[in-house]
């Protein structure tokens, strides 16, 4: 079946420091991979996707390429700001299923 | 455009007790699922919706009904809720992977989630 795993959290970083979230999947055939972002008190919001390996998609200075050779799908960001803290969660879809499998979710605090 | 509205955003419940947690989406969304988060557990989906009329089990279905009388409407049951269903249940839509051409989003709106306690 299909997994999602992600770096165990909390991450706690100063702003402007650079950001690597670790990613990694098993799944049958070519699933679509996902970074979702859930914002305290909030539902989570779509961050970035990418459909096919080596697509890069990226978002409000996040970035993610799928990486078929090694299943990972490593969320980065070259800046952190304050308002980057959220708890972030990776995702994968199989080809024609709707549904959506996460992982665990990494927790991330940037401080001043 | 309301997206992917869930009431209550908080409940409290006794033991035994039944309640409905209520979802509906205002973008002709055919996939409509269900998930709770528990710390340290991600998102699991309990129930999911292809369409009105038709519903299936996820992954932590036990103890939780659906129905899917209606395309934008789609309501998880609690019939006697447990402690062991403490969590934030977020209901999510999407359009169908079937669609001919099929969609270029290819993700899930959430909803804001309901926090539910059971005592």
């Known amino acids: 079946g299909n997994s999602v795993t992600q770096m165990e959290g909390p991450v706690t970083l100063s702003e402007e420091a650079f950001l690597t979230i670790n990613c990694t999947y098993t799944a049958t055939g070519y699933p679509s991979l996902f970074w979702y972002v859930q914002y305290p008190g909030e539902g989570l919001q779509l961050l970035l996707k990418a459909t096919k390996a080596d697509d890069k998609g990226s978002n409000k200075g996040f970035e993610a390429t799928y990486r078929k050779e090694t299943t990972s799908f490593h969320l980065e960001k070259g800046s952190v700001q304050v308002s980057d803290s959220a708890v972030y969660f990776c995702?994968?879809?199989?080809?024609?299923?709707?549904?959506?499998?996460f992982g665990t979710g990494t927790r991330l605090t940037i401080i001043p | 455009n309301a997206g992917v509205t869930q009431t209550p955003k908080f409940q409290v419940l006794k033991t035994g007790q039944s309640m409905t947690l209520q979802c509906a989406q205002d973008?002709?969304?055919?996939?409509m699922s269900w998930y709770r988060q528990d710390p340290g557990m991600g998102l699991r989906l309990i129930h999911y919706?292809?369409?009105?009329?038709?519903?299936d089990q996820g992954e932590v279905p036990n103890g939780y009904n659906v129905s899917r009388s209606t395309t934008e409407d789609f309501p998880l049951r609690l019939l006697s809720a447990a402690p062991s269903q403490t969590s934030v249940y977020f209901c999510?839509?999407?359009?169908?992977?079937?669609?001919?051409?099929?969609?270029?989003?290819?993700?899930?709106?959430f909803g804001s989630g309901t926090r539910l306690t059971v005592v």
């Open positions: 999510a839509s999407s359009y169908s992977v079937r669609r001919d051409p099929p969609p270029l989003n290819y993700g899930c709106t």
């Open positions: 919706s292809v369409g009105a009329g038709i519903t």
């Open positions: 973008m002709n969304h055919e996939y």
């Open positions: 995702a994968l879809r199989n080809f024609g299923n709707e549904k959506l499998t």
